[in-house]
């Protein structure tokens, strides 16, 4: 009962319609990896938030992110390339009314989950020719912080900082 109230009294408030609609935006960045998502190119992501509750959107997600490099030692030329694809859905909760933001800013903090499509090919340059390895991992996990400017009520600068990829890109308002 103790847990029932406790989960009650956390998601009441949040449901309902909040003045400002957060969902029904598309979202598209470039990027930086680092650590496990590091990148030799920009990283491109793309999410489309959806209402889900006062404040909160969920949002579907696909990101790409390609790594490579060519390194010699010994007579030989080593390369090695490899794409990660998360999909998953990324939840955020919206700040503005509790900070009373200006309403050109937004703020969230946010979390995603899914998985990731992986795919390597390396070559040392080896008479047996390159190496493959393709699989999908159980789970890709992120958490985020991030902050949107509104140029107008259709377009906005978007800056999201997370744990693993940051972005910089646009927001498309329906």
Same mark, same amino acid.
């Given at each position: 009962?103790? &847990?029932?109230?406790?989960?009650?009294?956390?998601?009441?408030?949040?449901?309902?319609?909040?003045? !400002?609609?957060?969902?029904?935006?598309?979202?598209?960045?470039?990027?930086?990896?680092?650590?496990?998502?590091?990148?030799?190119?920009?990283?491109?992501?793309? #999410?489309? !938030?959806?209402?889900? %509750?006062? #404040?909160?959107?969920?949002?579907?997600?696909?990101?790409?992110?390609?790594?490579?490099?060519?390194?010699?030692?010994?007579?030989? &030329?080593?390369?090695?390339?490899?794409?990660?694809?998360?999909? +998953?859905?990324? %939840?955020?909760?919206?700040?503005? !009314?509790?900070? /009373?933001?200006?309403?050109?800013? *937004?703020?969230?903090?946010?979390?995603?989950?899914?998985? #990731?499509?992986? /795919?390597?090919?390396?070559? *040392?340059?080896?008479?047996?020719?390159?190496?493959?390895?393709?699989?999908?991992?159980?789970?890709?996990?992120?958490? #985020?912080?991030?902050?949107?400017?509104? =140029?107008? !009520?259709? =377009? +906005?600068?978007?800056?999201?900082?997370?744990? +693993?990829?940051?972005?910089?890109?646009? %927001?498309?308002?329906?």
């Amino acid at each position: 009962m103790k &847990k029932t109230l406790l989960f009650l009294a956390f998601i009441l408030p949040l449901i309902g319609h909040s003045q !400002e609609s957060y969902g029904k935006t598309a979202n598209l960045g470039l990027g930086l990896g680092y650590g496990w998502y590091r990148s030799s190119l920009p990283i491109i992501h793309f #999410n489309y !938030e959806f209402d889900a %509750a006062k #404040n909160l959107t969920l949002a579907p997600f696909v990101t790409l992110i390609h790594y490579g490099y060519t390194q010699k030692w010994n007579g030989k &030329k080593y390369k090695y390339r490899s794409t990660t694809i998360p999909i +998953g859905v990324k %939840a955020s909760y919206y700040f503005d !009314e509790i900070f /009373s933001l200006d309403p050109k800013f *937004d703020i969230y903090l946010g979390a995603m989950i899914g998985f #990731n499509l992986y /795919s390597a090919r390396w070559d *040392d340059d080896d008479y047996n020719g390159p190496d493959y390895d393709r699989r999908t991992s159980s789970l890709y996990w992120d958490l #985020n912080f991030g902050v949107e400017y509104h =140029i107008n !009520e259709r =377009i +906005g600068l978007l800056l999201d900082l997370s744990t +693993g990829i940051s972005t910089f890109g646009i %927001a498309i308002h329906q």
